[in-house]
Nanobody, 123 residues
C-alpha cells in the first residue's frame, strides 16, 4: 500500500508560479512511476505529466508542456510539480498518483492516489 500526500496548492495570479509536492509513504519509492493529474469542476480528471522512477524520463500533456516541470527526490520520497506562467484555465484540484515501475498517461494506469490539492489562478 502506498499513501500519497500532496501539498503546496493555493491562490496565485495569472502569470505566476506555484510548486506542488507529493510525499509517498513507501520504502521503495524509486520503483514507482509517478504522475500528476488535475480535475476542474464538471470535468474529468486529466493527465498533466509523469516521471519515471529514476527521474530520467518525463512526459507532459500539450497543455502544460514548456510551463510545468516534474522532478523527484527519491531520498525524500517526494515528487514535485513546478508550475510557471500559470493561466486561469490551470485552476483545478491537482492529484499525484503512483504505479509500479512504469510511467503512464492514463488515470486508469495508476494504482494509488493522493487526496488532491487545490490550485486557483486568478485573472
Amino acid at each position: 500500500q502506498v499513501q500519497l500526500v500532496e501539498s503546496g496548492g493555493g491562490l496565485v495570479q495569472a502569470g505566476g508560479s506555484l510548486s506542488l509536492s507529493c510525499t509517498a509513504s513507501v520504502e521503495t519509492f524509486r520503483d514507482y512511476g509517478m504522475g500528476w493529474f488535475r480535475q476542474a469542476p464538471g470535468t474529468e480528471r486529466e493527465f498533466v505529466g509523469t516521471i519515471s522512477g529514476s527521474g530520467g524520463s518525463t512526459f507532459y500533456s500539450d497543455s502544460v508542456k514548456g510551463r510545468f516541470t516534474i522532478s523527484r527526490d527519491n531520498a525524500k520520497n517526494t515528487v514535485y510539480l513546478l508550475m510557471n506562467s500559470l493561466k486561469p484555465e490551470d485552476t483545478a484540484v491537482y492529484y499525484c498518483a503512483a504505479r509500479p515501475f512504469r510511467i503512464g498517461v492514463s488515470r486508469d494506469e495508476y494504482d494509488y492516489w493522493g487526496q488532491g490539492t487545490q490550485v486557483t489562478v486568478s485573472s
